[in-house]
């Protein structure tokens, strides 16, 4: 059975690396989802036509490459009050996030 911690390892890292790929889980979406609401919210609008930041409608975002905003909320923007979301969030969900910010209709 000396195999065993390497067997349980390998499934480990298997499944922590396919929830890392791609898109989060139905909860993670829920917690990211509110996540924009409140707190990205308090400083780009609740209806994220902007405030302290920027607007981040989808007309705001058009041509502006998905890199770029990507580790804008990842690293955040050094000299400027957008804070970096690294330690909450995977490459993968600030992309999600980004494609979420894409598709978004302005709210009421
Ligand atoms: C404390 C205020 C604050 C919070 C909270 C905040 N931002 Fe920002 N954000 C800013 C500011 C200010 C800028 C503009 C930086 C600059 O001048 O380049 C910005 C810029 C951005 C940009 C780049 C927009 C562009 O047009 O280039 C994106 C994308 C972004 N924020 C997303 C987010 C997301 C997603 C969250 C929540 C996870 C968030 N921000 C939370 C203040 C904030």
Not at 45 to 63: F, N
């Amino acid at each position: 059975m000396k195999k065993l911690p390497l067997l349980i390892w390998v499934i480990t890292a298997v499944w922590a690396g396919s929830s890392l790929a791609g898109e989060p889980s139905p909860e993670r979406q829920t917690t990211l989802r509110n996540l924009l609401n409140h707190d990205c919210g308090a400083c780009h609008g609740l209806t994220l036509k902007g405030g302290l930041g920027p607007a981040l409608l989808p007309e705001a975002l058009a041509g502006k490459p998905d890199e770029l905003l990507i580790s804008t909320i990842l690293e955040g923007r050094k000299g400027t009050a957008m804070p970096p979301w690294q330690p909450f969030m995977s490459k993968d969900e600030a992309a999600w996030l980004v494609g979420v910010l894409r598709n978004s209709k302005p709210r009421q």
